[in-house]
Each structure stands twice: as C-alpha cells, then as structure tokens.
C-alpha cells in the first residue's frame, strides 16, 4: 500500500540526505556512521525580566516540593516568602534552608491569605492536588502543582473550571514537556523523521529501597509533630499511621501508584510530542510480587493504551512498564517507532534510529538513476545514516529549570503554559483509569477529547 508523504517528511528526508551526502563527500567513512548535533537555543526564554519579581509560597515542603522551589529560586527575579507543611521537621528543614525570618505555618490557608504572595508551588501528597490548587486559585493564585494534577477522575474538571473562572496561570508539574529532548522530539515527528508513528513504549526498572517508597521515617515522627487529622481530613479516618504519612505512595488513599507516579510523565511527554489528547482504551495488569510491607499498590504494572487517530497524528499503541523488581535496576526510557524509524528520548538527548534503505526519493539516488538510465539501478547505494543523536548544548540547565521559566514567563506576561489544567487532566487520567483497570480486571474507555468515562 501506498503511504503518504506529507510535505514536511519529504523536507527531513532530503535535508538528511542532503547531509549524509555531504559527510560521504568529504570522508571515506561509511555513512552509516552516527552524527551528533546539538540543539539550539530556545526563543521562550525571552521575557523573563528578573526586575518583575515574583513572590511564592511552597505548600507541601517534601522532596519534591523543595526541589522545585530550589529550581524557581534559580529563575531570575523570584523570592521565596513563606512555606506550609504538615510534619514540623519539614518546616524546621525549610528555615534552615531558606532562612530564619520565612515565614511557616500547618495551615496552608494562612498562605492563601496573605496578599504578598503572587504564586505558590503544590507539593503535598496527591490527594490533596486538586483542593489546595482549587482554593488557590480563588485566592488569587498563581499554581505551580505537581504531577499528576488529581488523586481521581472525578476531581479533573473542578481544576480545569477554576483556572478558566479565575484566569489564573496553572502548570502540572511534568517537567519533562519543557525541555530541549521533548521539544526535539516533537519536531523531528512532525517532520516525519520516524514516518507514520505506530508504537510507543515507556519503561521504568527500579530497586533500590528508597526508589521503590520505602522512606526512612523521621525519628520524631508522632502525632504531635505531624498534623495526622489535616492530613487525613479529605479521606478515610484512620488512627495515625506513621508509614501513611512518610510512605503515602504505598495506599491509594494518598497516592495514585505506579501509573499516577511515573506513567504520568510519559503521557504528559507523549502528549505534548505528538499533539494527542490521549488514548481512548486503557488495559493494565500487574501484581504484588515483592515489596510486601503493607503497601496496596502492585509493584510490577503493565499498561497498554489505544490512541485512535486524530488530525495531529495517526492511531498508534502505547505500552508502560514499570517494574520495582528488577534486578538491573535504573532504567527509564521512551521510544517513538514509526514506519521508518525510531526515536529514543529523553530530557536533554533524542537519538534518532532509520531504515537502513535508502528512501527512494531522496534527489542524489533519483537524479543519478535519471541520469544513468536504467542498468544504474544494480550498483551498490551510500546509505543514509542509521543513527543521529541529539544532544543539548553543553550548559543546558534542563527541562526542571525550562518548566519554571515558562511558568514565571506565563505570570508576567499574562500568557499561556502548554501543561495547564486541560493538558494536566488529560496525562493524569489515563493514568488513573490504568490503576481503575489493574484493580478492576477489566478495560476502561475514555473520551480524550470530552474528558469522559465511557461506560461499556
Ligand atoms: N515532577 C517530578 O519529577 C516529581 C518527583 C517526585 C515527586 N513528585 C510529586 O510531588 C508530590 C510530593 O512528592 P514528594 O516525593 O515530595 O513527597 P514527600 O512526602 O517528600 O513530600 C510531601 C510533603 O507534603 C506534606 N503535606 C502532606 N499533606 C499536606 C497538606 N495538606 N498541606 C501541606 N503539606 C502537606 C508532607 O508533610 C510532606 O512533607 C507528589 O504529588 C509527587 O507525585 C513529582
């Protein structure tokens, strides 16, 4: 069957070719050899006067969360002015950390009042995503919040509603859809450097302890020491559980598993690379097979994940793993495959992977058999290269650092952020419906455009 050519793919091809033949003319090497190319600057930095401060608050002062605000201290022109968290420990890290007079506080309410904050970063557990960057928002909030925007699928639209009602910026915090890797990715798709995208896969192996959620706990951890009922006030009442609070990722009262933890990035970056608004059947499996210490969330999970055709792309699968397990440990990876290739990607790298044959439009190969009349055809070929990796410049701070420019560049310049409430829901539920799929034994389907559970 005949494939079509968009005009784009035709372009990477002859620009390839153009090179390959370039490199083939000016040394012996086979062509096959592989290239490395660098990226080039990003225009959105433009815009970002360190002079316009802003003022955030952190709520939810974890790992995580102080990472981020250690990244957006390192964008111009932002201060950090105050922090909220649960466990007094976290508070006492962040003054020592940030500086006796930040201002700190259980209640992150208190941040919401206070008129000398412009932007707050959400760092707390999952289940309390959605209220505290729904509240914040109507506070007059700016809201960095991280992934994966909501704890349920019921919980989407109330964040999509209050970013349209209150105009205020709202970024997920899937850092990956910045960086220099995806935005690469995206143009070499659409220039059809893989040709028809088919397949993508998504993998991630792990073993050490404390990659797997099994945090230390803090010595001093008590009921007096962690506000245990604030914690736990939007969901089930427990007694308090110290594994609860400092290993929440284990229950799916507070956490979203696997899927909600480490899947979500890869749609957030699959999404963004090829213009989808996600998949429309959900199938996972998986199991408990090892980490038995009380956790309710399998720690071996395959997805798979129907995209049905759309304008932006054709109808392609998706299969997630993610395993706790595995003895290799430490690796994560996202592949693109198309019908004439392949991408590997990732933050700050895309190598591209291609037929071995020569495409047969490519104008050297045509226009010599042109010339040559019909016996040319027997003679051996130069091929094109098999392999060109992408590497950012050197110095490239990375897609965490990229993501809060855009953010802190959206807040002044009143613009748009491309991972906001919608983007956000639209990562977050396949994900969700991929742990509603394990726990269930059965498919889910999903409306990606509407945003809505289909039931069969
Ligand atoms: N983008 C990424 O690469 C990335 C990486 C890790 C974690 N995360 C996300 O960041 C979030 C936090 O994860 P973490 O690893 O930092 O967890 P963590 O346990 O280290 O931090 C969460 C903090 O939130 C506090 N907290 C809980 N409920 C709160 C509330 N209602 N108000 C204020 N503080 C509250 C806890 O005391 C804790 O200090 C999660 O949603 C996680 O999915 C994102």
């Not at 989808?276 to 994940?305: C, H, M, Q």
Request: with cysteine.
């Amino acid at each position: 069957m005949k494939e079509e050519q968009p005009s784009s793919r035709r372009s990477f091809i002859k620009k390839l070719t153009t090179a390959t033949a370039a490199v083939a003319a000016g040394s012996s090497l086979v062509a096959a050899e592989s290239q490395a190319k660098s990226f080039s600057i990003i225009k959105r930095l433009v815009g970002n006067s360190p002079n316009d401060q802003v003022n955030i608050a952190l709520i939810g002062a974890g790992g995580m969360g102080t990472q981020d605000t250690i990244t957006a201290l390192q964008t111009p022109g932002i201060k950090l002015v105050a922090a909220c968290d649960l466990y007094d420990g976290r508070l006492k890290d962040a003054k020592t950390r940030w500086g006796a007079d930040l201002y700190t506080t259980r209640v992150y309410k208190e941040i919401l009042n206070r008129k000398d904050i412009d932007a707050v970063i959400v760092g707390t557990p999952d289940h309390w995503h959605q209220q505290i960057s729904v509240d914040a928002m109507h506070a007059g909030k700016h809201v960095y919040c991280e992934k994966p925007m909501v704890h349920a699928i019921s919980e989407g639209p109330a964040v999509i509603k209050a970013q349209k009602d209150t105009g205020m910026v709202f970024q997920v915090g899937s850092q990956g859809v910045s960086s220099l890797g995806n935005e690469k990715a995206h143009e070499l798709l659409k220039a059809g450097a893989i040709g028809e995208l088919n397949y993508a896969e998504g993998f991630w192996a792990r073993r050490n302890p404390l990659e797997v959620w099994q945090y230390p706990i803090p010595e001093d951890a008590s009921p007096e020491t962690v506000d245990w009922e604030t914690y736990i006030s939007n969901t089930k009442k427990r007694p308090f559980d110290q594994k609860r609070f400092f290993r929440w990722r284990n229950y799916t009262d507070y956490g979203t598993g696997m899927a909600g933890d480490l899947f979500v990035h890869l749609f957030s970056s699959l999404h963004f690379i090829t213009d989808s608004v996600g998949p429309n059947k959900i199938y996972a499996s998986g199991g408990l097979r090892f980490w038995n210490d009380g956790r309710e969330v399998p720690d071996v999970l395959l997805g798979t994940f129907d995209y049905p055709k759309t304008q932006a792309h054709p109808a392609f699968n998706l299969s997630l793993r993610c395993n706790f397990v595995d003895g290799t440990s430490g690796t994560t990876y996202l592949k693109l495959v198309g019908s004439e290739g392949s991408m590997d990607i990732t933050w700050d790298k895309v190598t591209l992977k291609r037929n071995k044959v020569m495409d047969s439009d490519d104008p050297f190969y045509l226009d010599k058999l042109k010339k040559a009349g019909s016996g040319y055809a027997e003679r051996k070929r130069m091929l094109p290269p098999e392999e060109i990796t992408y590497d950012a410049e050197k110095g490239y701070k990375g897609g965490p650092y990229d993501h809060m420019v855009n953010f802190f560049t959206a807040i002044r310049n009143k613009g748009k952020v491309t991972e906001d409430a919608v983007f956000g829901y639209r990562a977050a539920a396949p994900a969700l419906l991929c742990n509603d799929s394990y726990y269930n034994n059965s498919p889910m389907f999903w409306d990606p455009e509407k945003m809505q559970l289909i039931k069969k």
